[in-house]
């Protein structure tokens, strides 16, 4: 089987789009069978054949332009597929201002939205800030603690939500977006929150980067935010 090369059809510039809306057609969903050759299985199998090959960034222009005209599947099939480090945030926008489709696909449209930021943290606006608490929003608090350093640490507990337990839930979300040293540095802010969060609610942040620390271990790069003054580290009265 060529690299290019799904289910016995060898993806070209020529028959791409087609391939594409195939699986989109085919997605499980309202009367159609749960299983089918092609599907979401076929594009994510197709998407990594085409990974870093010309054909990877007209794939992408063709989730763009579904997600601005194309039907829902083809929606549906694009914020799942699209390279979210590539993907023009503007045309996820684009979706979002369409109230032809479904509450159900806004809120995938939503997700894809923040993954594409989290990824893309330099395109991130101050009007994204209120996404993160919306259905499908958990993926841009990343962006938030990568491009909205000094804001997010003054909103921690309005970005992760005032419940212990979700808040540890929201910033496992955020935490998939950072390199170690970010998790590191972010573990060190975190914990000299203390007296503004509550102890237990910035021990259960520590222990969420904690446990997340082999996965963080594994991707390199620099701190992408200003370094700010860490707040000394003290309980709660």
């Known amino acids: 089987m060529g690299a290019e090369e799904v289910l016995d059809e060898v993806a070209t510039a020529d028959n791409l789009e087609a391939l594409l809306r195939k699986c989109a057609h085919n ?12 599907g979401g299985p076929a594009a994510t199998e197709l998407m990594s054949r085409l990974r870093g090959s010309p ?19 083809q929606v549906r099939l694009a914020q799942s597929s699209a390279n979210p480090a590539v993907v023009d945030v503007a045309a996820i926008e684009a979706a979002l201002a369409r109230t032809e489709l479904s509450a159900e696909t806004h809120g995938q449209v939503r997700s894809a939205l923040a993954r594409a ?7 991130l606006a101050v009007r994204h800030r209120a996404l993160a608490s919306q259905l499908g929003g958990q993926a841009l608090i990343g ?23 979700d808040a540890c839930n929201r910033l496992w979300y955020g935490l998939q977006a950072l390199h170690r040293a970010e998790g590191e540095r972010l573990r060190l802010e975190l914990d000299g929150m203390r007296a503004a969060l509550g ?8 222990e969420t980067i904690d446990g997340e620390a082999e996965t963080l271990r594994d991707r390199d790069g620099a701190i992408r935010w200003p ?3 860490l707040v000394p580290s003290r309980s709660r009265p």
């Open 199 to 206: 102890d237990a609610y910035a021990q259960g942040l520590v």
């Open 143 to 165: 962006a938030l603690i990568v491009a909205d350093h000094a804001w997010f640490l003054g909103h921690v507990a309005e970005v992760l939500g005032a419940d212990a337990t």
């Open 117 to 123: 930021l989290a990824a893309q943290p330099s395109k």
């Open 227 to 229: 370094t700010v003054a």
């Open 27 to 38: 997605l499980p969903g309202d009367s159609k069978p749960d299983l089918q050759t092609w």
């Open 55 to 73: 054909l990877e960034a007209e794939a992408n222009r063709i989730f763009e332009r579904f997600f601005r005209e194309g039907d829902e599947d």
